[in-house]
């Protein structure tokens, strides 16, 4: 293997911790590797970078606003910084944003309850009459269920459209009874009809047919293109919900073709690492939702994890932390890339001419 200098990122879960454990190991038995910790909060992270050709990094970033300054800086690492990064921009952009999934599951062919996701009211009214209930409704963002409720009537999903399109909604009204309401503008009212009906800047309905008599989901990890791991959530008590339950249940044997299924979406869409949940219809499985984050100690708990060698899944048996199993993918991809590369890793030179024509 050529020279790789790896920079792990520190972060508050101390996902780092295991990560250097781990590289340390490697590091001793390969004298072309060296690791070092760096703060990537830091204002300077981008001149902390520049001696690394890899970076592995993995912030517990819930929330939209956390996930999109962590998107932007995995965005420059690979774009413009030229190095290799764990997780590459194909498994964070479309994190916290069952939105932007529905994509891939869609242009993929995904097994996936059939799904709407629309900016259009009109649109949401008319893909609504396509359903029969109940339905469930998401929020785009959002984890554990907080986010995620079943609709039983048609018009309370009608009620909760016409909540998210308010505006769209007024100015129907507004076009349907103008008129009128150019008749109370001049008391002023209109302002306040305004007013009341203002909804969320950029309103966008999500929701997906129902999938009936699941008692629980199942999660399957998968890292890199081809190590798995897998269990059950049950239902919180009287809840279609799973996630966030916190009843895991580890005894429940696994369908290997779902695992093996989940790997190959890990190895066509070019994922570092991704949680799928999936729902049961009969024997057929549909994956509710993916996801780039997850809680390290419920995968440690599983009693051991699956490798995919050529066609054959194998089954490592022991408790395992998915910081391990991440180094493993991570030398696997550092091998691939600097692999006929000669000498180390090339840095991708980015200047523009400075102001005065010369070059910085
Ligand atoms: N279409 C569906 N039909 C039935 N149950 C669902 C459906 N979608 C989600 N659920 C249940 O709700 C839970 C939370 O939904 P999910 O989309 O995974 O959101 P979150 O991001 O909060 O985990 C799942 O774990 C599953 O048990
Ligand atoms: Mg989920």
Redesign the pocket.
Known sequence: MKNARIAVCKNVNGWHERFMDSLSALVTENSNLTCHLVNIDADNWIAQLADFDVVIWKPNHMGIESASYFKEKIYIIEKYLGKTVIPNFNTVWHFES?VAQKYLMEIFGIPT?RSVATFDYQDALKRLQEFSMPV?F?KST???????KLIRSYDIALSIIKNIFCKQAANQVKKEKGRFLGLISMINLRSWFDRQLSGPNQPVVYW????PN?PG?LRITVIGNRFAFGFW?K?RPND?????SGRIDYDTPIPVSAIKYCISINDRLDFDSMAY?L?FAGDEFKV??M?YGYVDSAIYRAPGYYELVGDVLVFRAGNYWPQEIWIKWGLQRIEAITAGIPGELAAVQHSLPQPDGSCS
């Open positions: 069952k309850p469930v998401k959002g984890a554990a269920s907080t986010n995620v997906q047919e129902f999938m699941n989901d959530r239902n279609f919900r799973a996630s966030g949940d729902l509710v939702e996801s």
